[in-house]
């Protein structure tokens, strides 16, 4: 046993390059585990000097000096991230709020409509255990509604920790972007002079995170208007808070949408019951959904790395466990991370593959 391990080290951890690698990765790992809920406004703004180095390159390729176009980066994102927290925040809280006040009476329209199919159908389901079920489910729900209330109440800390971001992760980003070249070679000064792998997997997963966090993004934007749009002109109510979460679903692939169908669907079917209103609104979700799968996604992401659909599930089950949202985000960078140091990992030939050569 000792000697298949040994055998095993050898070959794939002879050089000195995977050890550092292996090693850098379980730091990093280990300090995102341990602190990565005190290092969130780090991260973020890593994360938005990352997608907004594309706007600063194109910005300089046009002339612009490195700091004018760092600047305008920086206020084109401080813009819209206002725009959000003054327009969207307040107005999807509002009706987050409107809709657990109206959960009670949801659930009993649909109690009688489902006593409704116990009177049809007689003998599949017994009027003593919905209304049982429906009590106790009545009775969570109002509790979760007065939560959000009184939470609207006592949240001012949280607004206060909010515009305290709203000042330091734009101030981050900026110096992120501005001195991008002083940490990249700060970075570059721990690890060992010669470094294909570390070069080969830096190229690949710069060019995969940066379309993949952009292209996101973009998706995000165009599948939460598109369907805003849609459930608007139905009339559908909530329609702003049902949008807001078709679009997040996308971040989550395959799952998220068929999760999201639930509350459309719940919402529309207690709106209209299953009239013809109803069967516009599925029809309608259902061709955004085909149109984002079959038409947006393959045109953002024609570059991305081929996953497997179950590695790609694991990886967002996985990753998502570890670190929440930042997890689920970039389960599929992370994923294609580690096939590509699999794929350029170096590693020594045994004892039996240089004999079988030799042959």
Known sequence: MINILK??????????????????????????????????????????????????????????????????????????????????????????????TEVPRYSTEFQSYLIGLTQKYPGQLSTDQLDEWFALAKGEIGQLGQFL????????????????????????????????DYFLASLQSILPKKRRMLDSVGEEMNEQIANYIRGKVIEIVIVGVATYI????????????????????????????TVVTVPVAAVGLIQWGTGSEFVTLMIVYLVIQALDGNILVPLLFSEAVNLHPVVIIVAVLFFGGLW????????????????????????????????????
């Open 7 to 100: 055998r095993w080290a050898e070959q794939y951890f002879s050089e000195e390059e995977p050890v550092v690698f292996l090693l850098l990765l379980f730091f990093t790992a280990t300090c995102l585990w341990l602190f990565g809920s005190i290092l969130t406004p780090v991260i973020a703004a890593v994360i938005i000097a990352y997608m907004l180095q594309g706007l600063v390159n194109l910005l300089t390729a046009r002339g612009a000096p490195h700091v004018l176009a760092v600047s305008i980066a920086v206020v084109f994102f401080m813009g819209v991230s206002l725009a959000l927290l003054l327009v969207l925040l307040p107005l999807v809280w509002s009706q987050l709020t409107s809709f657990f």
């Open 149 to 180: 209330v009184s939470l609207s109440v006592s949240s001012i800390p949280g607004v206060i920790t909010i515009l305290i971001y709203f000042v330091v992760v734009p101030l981050m980003v900026f110096f992120f972007l501005k001195d991008k």
């Open 230 to 257: 849609g459930f608007a002109i139905l009339g559908l109510q909530y329609s702003v808070l049902l949008a807001l979460l078709v679009g997040l679903s996308v971040l989550i692939p395959y799952v998220g949408a």
């Open 324 to 359: 929440g949202f930042w997890g689920i985000f970039f389960a599929i960078p992370l994923a294609t991370l580690i096939k590509a140091i699999m794929t350029a990992w170096p590693k020594v030939a045994s004892h039996h593959e240089l004999a079988d050569g030799a042959e």
